[in-house]
């Protein structure tokens, strides 16, 4: 005798699966971790660092008790892009100059959206299906989990470095890294350490929206080339 067919989910069943729960939870998190970034530093970094750790908990919550879904890829990348967003524009505000943390804001946002978009037109299941590219580094990045988590950590931890170094709201970016650096050999190896893994993952986003981008002028080509 055959065995039973699995239940088709609802829509509250999806939208209570635990990754998505644990998305919510992050959301909230961020909320606090916000409302308190000036008034008390520390907790807010402690909390945002936990809030992304919880980026990876989801994930693997999602592939053991096989609760992918879509809405929770893009619950789990807006969460991502408005968490960084945020802090990246109290960085602009803390630094001079302050462009520099608005671009890589611009950067961060446009790379992802595309990818996201240009996925669901190449009909592709998950935006880290770049095996077809041409890039290496593209393919390197995605490919490899151990490797894509060390920059998105060191990239995170970084923006938070920055923001508890900063002692005034009208902060020189380059005095506050090269000063600290130079009064703490830890902190000088964990800078650098952050910046490689930040550098890549910038160089990765430019990769990333200069390949979704063409995916979307092949679409519109091919659909124009239709009779």
Excluded at 40 to 58: A, E, P, Q, R, T
Excluded at 87 to 105: D, E, T
Excluded at 171 to 199: H, R, T, Y
Aim: charged share 15%; glycine share 4%; aromatic share 14%.
């Amino acid at each position: 005798m055959a065995g039973k067919a699995a239940p088709r989910p609802t829509m509250l069943s999806v939208y209570l699966y635990i990754p998505n729960i644990i998305g919510y939870i992050r959301i909230l998190m961020n909320c606090f971790a916000f409302a308190q970034c000036f008034s008390n530093k520390k907790l807010f970094s402690v909390l945002y660092f936990f809030s992304f750790v919880c980026d990876g908990i989801d994930g693997w919550c999602a592939r053991k008790f096989n609760q992918v879904s879509t809405f929770g890829a893009v619950l789990d990348m807006i969460t991502d892009r408005i968490s960084t967003a945020c802090l990246l524009v109290i960085l602009s505000q803390v630094y001079r100059p302050g462009l520099v943390f608005l671009s890589l804001l611009a950067l961060d946002i446009s790379s992802h959206w595309l990818q996201m978009y240009s996925t669901f037109l190449s009909g592709k299941v998950s935006h880290k299906d770049v095996k077809d590219s041409t890039s290496w580094l593209f393919r390197l990045y995605y490919g490899n989990r151990m490797f894509m988590a060390y920059c998105c950590v060191a990239c995170e931890v970084l923006y938070i470095l920055l923001f508890l170094l900063a002692k005034n709201q009208t902060e020189n970016l380059m005095d506050v890294l090269l000063s600290s650096v130079k009064q703490n050999p830890l902190l000088c190896i964990l800078v650098i350490l952050s910046l490689f893994g930040w550098a890549v993952k910038q160089a990765v986003n430019v990769i990333q929206l200069k390949t979704a981008a063409d995916v979307c002028v092949l679409f519109d080509v091919e659909k124009k080339q239709k009779p």
